[in-house]
Nanobody, 122 residues
Framework: QLQASGGGLVQAGGSLRLSCVVSERTFSSYVMGWFRQAPGKAREFVAAVSWDGGTTNYADSVKGRFTVSRDNAKNTVYLEMNSLKPEDTAVYYC?????????????????WGRGTLVTVSS
């Protein structure tokens, strides 16, 4: 089970930190990712982190502004979002895939949380 939190309303240029707690004893065996879905749009890849936190991947649209990290001792993955823009407004989903390979394709992630809404006002 994945439970994301931390969403909310923020002004453009502001910051938010999303968290996702995973109820899984073998949390460190999973690549953890974040996707987002804006109204009327397809769900898209945002960021992912390897099992040990040593490798990350970001969508071009968030590079340099977002940082993904994890704490395996707490079974938690984070998404630090800075310099937020109105186009970042979306429901953000925490997701997991077993293994060591980071991918950006939605279909490769088997486990999904409910999502948390991020709204960025201009």
């Amino acid at each position: 089970q994945l439970q994301a939190s931390g969403g909310g309303l923020v002004q453009a240029g502001g910051s938010l930190r999303l968290s996702c707690v995973v109820s899984e004893r073998t949390f460190s065996s999973y690549v953890m990712g974040w996707f987002r879905q804006a109204p009327g749009k397809a769900r898209e890849f945002v960021a992912a982190v390897s099992w040990d936190g040593g490798t990350t991947n970001y969508a071009d649209s968030v590079k340099g502004r977002f940082t993904v990290s994890r704490d395996n001792a707490k079974n938690t993955v984070y998404l630090e979002m800075n310099s937020l823009k109105p186009e970042d407004t979306a429901v953000y989903y925490c997701t997991a895939r077993w293994g060591t390979v980071i991918t950006t394709m939605r279909a490769t992630y088997a486990y999904w949380g409910r999502g948390t809404l991020v709204t960025v006002s201009s």
